[in-house]
């Protein structure tokens, strides 16, 4: 079966940097595209940042456009998100997540997505 583990997050001060890294399994992970999305308390899980399966096109939320970068290691089958010049309102459950099947478009919206991981929480302080 799929398993997604997610790592990485943590506390950090306003403007400070986390990277986290999302190892998949159960799949090849090559042939899927991979997104991020986050859920801070009491609002919905929103999208983040989206990576088709070969790396060739990724897509950022407005919210976070040059300063969060997602990427991903075939090789290693994991995707990244880092985050650089973190905000406060950046404080969140970060979640990875898969397409049902291989060579689907990576998407924006949250229902595409079959397959998640726990999540890892981070914390930006002001």
């Known amino acids: 079966q799929v398993q997604l583990v997610e790592s990485g997050g943590g506390l950090v001060q306003a403007g400070g940097s986390l990277r986290l890294s999302c190892a998949a399994s159960?799949?090849?992970?090559?042939?899927?595209?991979m997104g991020w999305f986050r859920q801070a308390p009491g609002k919905e899980r929103e999208f983040v940042a989206a990576?088709?399966?070969?790396?060739?096109?990724?897509y950022n939320a407005d919210s976070v456009k040059g300063r969060f970068t997602i990427s991903r290691d075939n090789a290693q089958n994991t995707v990244y998100l880092q985050m650089n010049s973190l905000k406060p309102e950046d404080t969140a459950v970060y979640y990875c997540?898969?397409?049902?099947?291989?060579?689907?478009?990576?998407?924006?919206?949250?229902?595409?997505?079959?397959?998640w991981g726990q999540g890892t929480q981070v914390t930006v302080s002001s």
């Open positions: 997540a898969m397409r049902i099947r291989p060579f689907m478009a990576a998407t924006t919206t949250r229902g595409d997505y079959a397959y």
């Open positions: 990576i088709n399966w070969s790396g060739s096109w990724r």
């Open positions: 159960g799949r090849t992970f090559s042939s899927y595209s």
